[in-house]
């Protein structure tokens, strides 16, 4: 069945360094990979996505990759900030686009 | 141009009663996608719906839930006899409907179950 790992679980950073998420993913048939940002007791924001025509995308400080062969996808943000503090979420879409198997989620930590 | 509409946004039931959950898609979208986020944990998939149609329930519990979006009025999650293990946050997102299309979540319903 469909499954997404994601790693590492908890990342701590200083502000001004990178943070990188990892995620591996079983269906070979998706094609359509987002990632969201959720704060404490807010809804799950749409940040960036791939779609698997394209190797990489970027978007201000954070961007993308991803590898089909491999299966795997990262979410890169560069110059992290204390209001980049949250969980992340990667997610991929399946064979047929239309429901979202998300990972486990990250807590990323921003120390200023 | 508002965004996905959730209501109520917090729920409390006790245990035996029913939970209803009301989902409004974002304007211009026809497509309704209900997740479940236990305390700590990632996103769940339950079910996806189109108007009057649901069109995959493979993450819905066999029993006690159901799911509908009719023709008017807000997409419904209905949990009978709520236990306390339903207690969650229900996120409801929609989407323009496209293959592969942005989903985009409510606030969710925040299920309290004593």
């Known amino acids: 069945g469909e499954n997404v790992e994601q790693h590492p679980s908890t990342l701590s950073v200083q502000e001004g360094d990178s943070a990188v998420i990892k995620c591996t993913y079983s269906?070979?048939?998706?094609?359509?990979f987002p990632w969201y940002k959720q704060e404490l007791g807010k809804r799950p924001q749409l940040i960036i996505d791939?779609?698997?025509?394209?190797g990489e995308k970027k978007d201000q400080r954070i961007a993308v990759t991803l590898n089909k062969t491999a299966k795997h996808f990262s979410l890169h943000i560069t110059e992290t900030q204390p209001e980049d503090s949250a969980v992340y979420f990667c997610?991929?879409?399946?064979?047929?686009?239309?429901?979202?198997?998300f990972g486990a989620g990250t807590i990323l930590r921003v120390k200023s | 141009n508002a965004g996905v509409m959730q209501n109520p946004r917090h729920l409390v039931r006790r245990r035996g009663q029913e939970a209803r959950l009301r989902c409004s898609p974002m304007?211009?979208?026809?497509?309704v996608y209900w997740y479940r986020q236990l305390p700590e944990e990632g996103l769940k998939f339950m079910v996806y719906?189109?108007?009057?149609?649901?069109?995959?329930e493979s993450g819905m519990p066999k029993e006690r839930f159901s799911a509908e979006f009719p023709k008017e009025g807000p997409s419904i999650l209905r949990i009978q006899q709520v236990v306390r293990g339903d207690s969650a946050a229900y996120f409801c997102?929609?989407?323009?409907?496209?293959?592969?299309?942005?989903?985009?979540f409510g606030p969710g319903t925040r299920l309290t179950v004593t």
């Open positions: 997102a929609s989407s323009q409907g496209t293959t592969n299309g942005e989903q985009y």
């Open positions: 269906d070979s048939a998706s094609n359509y």
């Open positions: 791939i779609r698997s025509n394209v």
């Open positions: 997610a991929e879409a399946g064979e047929y686009g239309n429901k979202l198997v």
């Open positions: 304007k211009g979208h026809s497509h």
């Open positions: 719906l189109q108007k009057e149609n649901i069109i995959d």
